[in-house]
Structures are given as C-alpha cells and as structure tokens.
Nanobody
C-alpha cells in the first residue's frame, strides 16, 4: 500500500511559478511516478512522468519547456516545478504511483492550481 499526499497548489498570476510536492509512504523507490491534472468539464490528462530511478522523464506537449518533474527517493517525494504558468494550466493536479510487477496503482487526493490575474 502506498499513500500519496500532494501539496503546493494555490492561486498564481499568469507567468508565475509553483512547485507541487507529493509525499509518499511505502516502497516509494519501486514506483514510477506521474502527475496528472483535471480541469472542470475535462478528462484527466497526463502532465509528466518519471521512472522509479529518476533517469527517464516524459511530458505532455503543452507543458514541455515549462514544467519539470523530479523525485527524491531518500525523501519519498516527487515534485512538479511549474514555471511560466498560463490560465489553461488551471486544474486539480494529482500524483500517481504505479508499478507493473505486481500491478499496483495509487492516486493522491489532488491539489488545486489556479492561474488567474
């Protein structure tokens, strides 16, 4: 069992920055981690993902060059640094832990990010 707790969301002006954190319990280093977001009336979408060891990352096209995912396995935490935020980044952001063998997947409760002037 892995429990995930996100933090760091809030209200920010366009062009601003936020850093989201997702603190995990359990065998964190065995899980690939990812950030998703869901805006009102839209489906949840993948924002960024990082492998269990941190050596591989991938991003949605809409956030490439602005967002950076990273992890600290010693602190059981994954981060999402978000720069040059835009109003269209407004959403609830969720972190997810996944391992394939055996298949396990866990979600956090989400943190609200609002980009508005």
């Amino acid at each position: 069992q892995v429990q995930l707790v996100e933090s760091g969301g809030g209200l920010v002006q366009p062009g601003g920055s936020l850093r989201l954190s997702c603190a995990a319990s359990g065998s964190f280093s065995m899980y690939a981690m990812s950030w998703y977001r869901q805006a009102p009336g839209k489906e949840r979408e993948l924002v960024a993902a990082i492998s269990s060891g941190g050596g591989s990352t991938n991003y949605a096209d809409s956030v490439k060059g602005r967002f950076t995912i990273s992890r600290d396995n010693a602190k059981n935490t994954v981060y999402l640094q978000m720069n040059n935020l835009k109003p269209e980044d407004t959403a609830v952001y969720y972190c997810k832990a996944r391992r394939d063998y055996p298949l396990r997947q866990y979600w956090g409760q989400g943190t609200q990010v609002t980009v508005s002037s």
